[in-house]
Each structure stands twice: as structure tokens, then as C-alpha cells.
């Protein structure tokens, strides 16, 4: 099931949406609970296809985690730089669920700040 | 370490702030990819400690990811339900390293508005 996540962002990474396709099952759903939003595979292949901004994924770390594959990604996108953490299982040999989190930059809060190392 | 990590949630769940320190090996450092902060082990306490609100942790998974492990967990604070997916190594059976996304909700974009699933 690695291979098929590296797999995945690698032909996301191309525009290659034939092999996007190929590598997801029909009864594929990926949900955002920051938006709470859920797509099928067709809703999931438009959003990625309308996506905003020239984005360049770059993959840290593909995982085995108990019955799912856990992977980070950096995605540069018009100078920012974001970080996706996904979740997948796989059923026939494709991917057929995504939990994905999309963590955002924020400010260090009021009450906090000083307390980090130095340099951070 | 999946014990580890699961004593660590649960310790921070009863406020035993003596059995989170044990925990924690003395190189600790944890990373807040989101506000660039890092924290020793002292820091991280202190952090802890002093973390608003009446918050409750509920361990939804942990599990062997690699030579880490990744647990996600829901917190309930102030009527509101965070969540935080984290990544740990251990040395010498503690935890010496973490790296942690807090997600924050977000609204669902003008462009994409409406392509996702009904219901969600």
C-alpha cells in the first residue's frame, strides 16, 4: 500500500489524472475534516484538477501505520509552503479512503510567547 | 512505544505532570511545524501546564508508523473539538522526539463551494 501512496503523489505531482484515477478504487472517499468537506472520485479528481496555484509536491515520509499508510507532503505553492498529513486505506489493490489534514501557520499565541527555544 | 505514547495522553488527561516528565526522555524536543516553536522537555511542561481552558483528551489511534509512532487525538476544550495528529521516537524506552500538527477548522473555499459531497 506504500506504493501505491508514493504512486499517488507522484502522479499528482505530473497532472497525470488517468493515473490518478487508476490508483483510486470507485467506491473512493477522501474527507477533509478541517472543512468538513467529502468527495467521491470524481469530486476528488476536480478539486485537484482546479486546484489554485502552480503547486510542486514534495513527498517526506510514506508509512505503514496499522491498517493504514500514513504520509506527509510539502506543498510549495506561489512561494508558501504547506504541509498535507494523509491517512489511506486500500481495498483490491487501491486506495479507497483519505483522511487528510491540512495544518495551517499561525502566530504563537500571546500567553505563550518567549517560552520556545531560542532560534525557533 | 505505543504504550509510551498512550501513557503520555493519559497522564496529560490527569494532569500527573510528574508521570508526563518520566515519560520524556531529557533530550525531549518537541516541534510546532505550525508557529515554528520548539520545546524542551521543562518547556513542554510548562507549555502543558499552562494550556487554556478545561481541556479532555480522547485517543482516537496510535499506531507503529516506521521508526515512529503516529497518534491522532481529539481534544474537547471550551466547547470546542480540536484535533492533533502527532508524531514521536523514543531512545532508551522514552519519548525523545515530537513532531505535532494541530489542524484548525477552516471555512470551505468560494471556488470549490458546493463539490462535495451532499450531507457533508
Chains 1, 2 share one sequence.
Do not use: K
Not at 29 to 54: A, I
Amino acid at each position: 500500500m506504500v506504493e501505491l501512496v508514493r504512486g499517488l503523489w507522484e502522479a499528482m505531482e505530473r497532472r497525470d489524472w488517468d493515473a490518478v484515477e487508476r490508483l483510486l478504487h470507485p467506491e473512493f472517499r477522501c474527507w477533509w475534516p478541517q472543512t468538513g468537506e467529502r468527495f467521491d472520485r470524481p469530486g476528488y479528481l476536480r478539486v485537484n484538477r482546479h486546484y489554485p496555484g502552480d503547486w510542486h509536491i514534495r513527498v517526506l515520509r510514506v508509512d505503514a501505520a496499522g491498517d493504514e499508510v500514513v504520509s506527509e507532503v510539502e506543498v510549495a505553492v506561489d512561494g508558501r509552503l504547506d504541509r498535507a498529513v494523509s491517512f489511506f486505506r486500500a481495498r483490491d489493490e487501491r486506495l479507497v479512503d483519505l483522511r487528510e489534514y491540512w495544518p495551517e501557520p499561525s502566530p504563537v499565541p500571546e500567553w505563550r510567547r518567549g517560552w520556545s527555544l531560542p532560534g525557533a
